[in-house]
């Protein structure tokens, strides 16, 4: 359950984090702003990148 | 904490604060024409404004600097650039360069031809005719004066543009169905809802942006606002974004 919960956690950190640098990437990148896919398509790579960032610095039980 | 917690820590913490994008002026005004899937963007520059009109095959900038206007019209064959101050138009084409006074009538003919004979001129106007902009667009207006300036030079003919010359229809009254938002998301398409969506992010990095203008580096209390307020306002786009395109 556990494992679960932590998986749940770190994927609304990577949400916020892709939220907070989604409007500097549409406003780097004005094809993203007008094409959708573009624009999700870096959403996606944005979350993935964020994701495993989050996953890597995420503190773990250290084993004995 | 090892190292690479602190590396990776240091990254995500880069990855979650936005730097201005202050290099090319600031931006003023950001809009997307569906007709021609243009981008228009204008940018308060040092001393004046530039305009930039960015369509995938052709780029047209117009930008004031005090009395020197420069008109640059940029596609694959090469850029074509229209000078103009109180005192000299400067001509420059893939095929030559000239300059004219006023006065000299022979040379400002060599000059328009120069502009006429290039192809991205009779491009660049009809570009900016196609626009699905409505004349209530604040941008309009200076676009289809770089239009007749480039139809004057070039010795063209500028079409009269109805969207001026037509007055607004009266509204009709009509019933529809309202929510408390402004727009009910279940009405809009997901391209609307990214439109809208865009918008709003963009909105509010340019609040962001302006919020830290004047700000120090050591005013961390202000600046952790101006962070919070893009942070909320970011994430209310989101997931407002979330829910326009979410299954109900």
């Known amino acids: 359950m556990r494992p679960f919960i932590i ?43 964020s994701f495993t960032l989050v996953a890597l610095v995420w503190p773990r039980r250290k084993r004995r | 904490m090892t190292v690479r917690s602190v590396v990776l820590g240091s990254l995500l913490a880069a990855l979650g604060t936005p730097v201005p994008a202050a290099a090319q ?39 004031a600097a005090g009395a ?31 300059s ?23 491009r660049a106007a009809a570009l900016i005719e196609r626009l699905g902009f409505g004349a209530d667009t604040p941008v309009l207006p200076l676009l289809l004066t770089t239009r007749t300036f480039l139809a004057a030079v070039s010795g063209r003919t500028a079409p009269r543009d109805l969207r001026f010359a037509t ?25 609307q809802c990214w439109n809208a969506y865009a918008k709003e992010a963009i909105e509010a990095y340019k609040e962001y942006e302006e919020c830290i203008k004047d700000k120090s580096w050591y005013e961390i209390l202000d600046n952790m606002a101006c962070g919070a307020i893009y942070d909320m306002r970011a994430i ?3 997931t407002w974004w979330l829910k326009c395109v979410a299954i109900n």
């Open chain 1, 7 to 49: 998986i749940v956690i770190q994927i609304l950190v990577s949400a916020f984090l892709t939220a907070s640098v989604m409007p500097l990437i549409l406003v780097t990148t004005p094809a993203a702003a007008a094409n959708p896919r573009l624009g999700l398509g870096l959403m996606t790579a944005v979350l993935l990148v």
């Open chain 2, 100 to 122: 004219a006074t006023p006065q000299q009538t022979g040379r400002m003919e060599q000059a328009r031809r120069l502009v006429a004979n290039a192809p991205v001129t009779g």
């Open chain 2, 167 to 191: 007055p607004a229809a009266p509204p009709v009254p009509g019933l529809m169905r309202v929510s408390l938002g402004q727009q009910s998301s279940g009405t809009m398409t997901p391209t």
């Open chain 2, 68 to 98: 020197r206007v420069t008109t640059t019209l940029t596609d694959a064959a090469g850029v074509v650039s229209v000078t103009y101050d109180r005192r000299t138009l400067t001509v420059k084409t893939p095929a030559g360069r000239v």
């Open chain 2, 25 to 63: 002026g600031k931006l003023l005004h950001h809009a997307i024409d569906r007709q021609t899937g243009s981008i228009v963007r204008v940018f308060q520059t040092g001393d004046g404004a530039r305009v930039e009109l960015e369509s995938p095959s052709l780029k047209i900038t117009r930008e």
């Open chain 2, 236 to 238: 209310g786009a989101f």
